[in-house]
């Protein structure tokens, strides 16, 4: 089955820095793969995510690249906020109703 | 945008009693959702999944005996632990696959069980 990696465990930046968090998959038919921000007490967001047949895609400061042969992907927050601490977790899905199989996660702390 | 609501929120129940979970699916009908478990500062772990008038596909490991899901229509999943025990007490959230080719998986807010 799909086996997804996810790193760092934890990371901290400086207000106004950018933040990354790199994941890889096992399972080549894996086509879809989510990310997720999770805050304490509460179920995953849904940030952005990305299908493969795109190799990048951007919604404002986040940004996510996929490369498929080396099968990882990656998620990019520029400007980040205090606001976007937060546990982020990666995740990658086959389709056909298959479940999501998640990574992880990584804490993000950003300091004012 | 695709909705899922969960209830209750949290709970808290004795040992040896049953809790039963409900997972909506607010704007969309959802032939399959699934049921995660998550422990303090842990990934989610997958359960099961539930499909509509079918039974569910548990994952190796979670007791289908225990953990009991119905899916009863298109927009209802319930989980229910029966005879609940302190180990059992953990972070519990549902998954919908929403429908269409630009699928996605829309989480509910989860719930807190804690059995005392």
């Known amino acids: 089955g799909e086996n997804v990696e996810q790193h760092p465990s934890t990371l901290s930046v400086q207000e106004g820095d950018s933040a990354v968090i790199k994941c890889t998959y096992s399972?080549?038919?894996?086509?879809?793969f989510p990310w997720y921000k999770q805050e304490l007490g509460k179920g995953p967001q849904l940030i952005i995510d990305i299908r493969s047949n795109v190799g990048e895609k951007k919604d404002q400061r986040i940004a996510v690249t996929l490369n498929k042969t080396a099968k990882h992907f990656s998620l990019h927050i520029t400007e980040t906020q205090p606001e976007d601490s937060a546990v982020y977790f990666c995740a990658a899905s086959e389709g056909s109703h298959t479940p999501l199989v998640f990574g992880k996660g990584t804490r993000l702390s950003v300091i004012a | 945008g695709a909705v899922v609501s969960q209830h209750p929120s949290w709970v808290i129940c004795k040992s040896g009693t049953s809790v039963k979970i409900e997972c909506r699916s607010l704007d969309f009908q959802a032939t399959t959702m699934f049921w995660y478990r998550q422990f303090p500062k842990q990934s989610l772990m997958l359960m099961a999944t539930?499909?509509?008038?079918?039974?569910?596909?548990?994952e190796q490991g979670v007791e289908k005996d225990k953990f009991l899901i119905n899916h009863a229509s298109l927009t209802l999943s319930t989980l229910t632990v029966t005879s609940a025990h302190p180990e059992d007490s953990s972070f519990y959230i549902c998954?919908?696959?929403?429908?269409?080719?630009?699928?996605?998986?829309?989480f509910g807010s989860g719930t807190r069980l804690t059995v005392v």
């Open positions: 998954s919908a696959r929403t429908p269409g080719p630009n699928y996605g998986y829309t």
């Open positions: 539930s499909n509509e008038g079918s039974k569910a596909t548990y």
């Open positions: 399972d080549s038919a894996s086509n879809y």
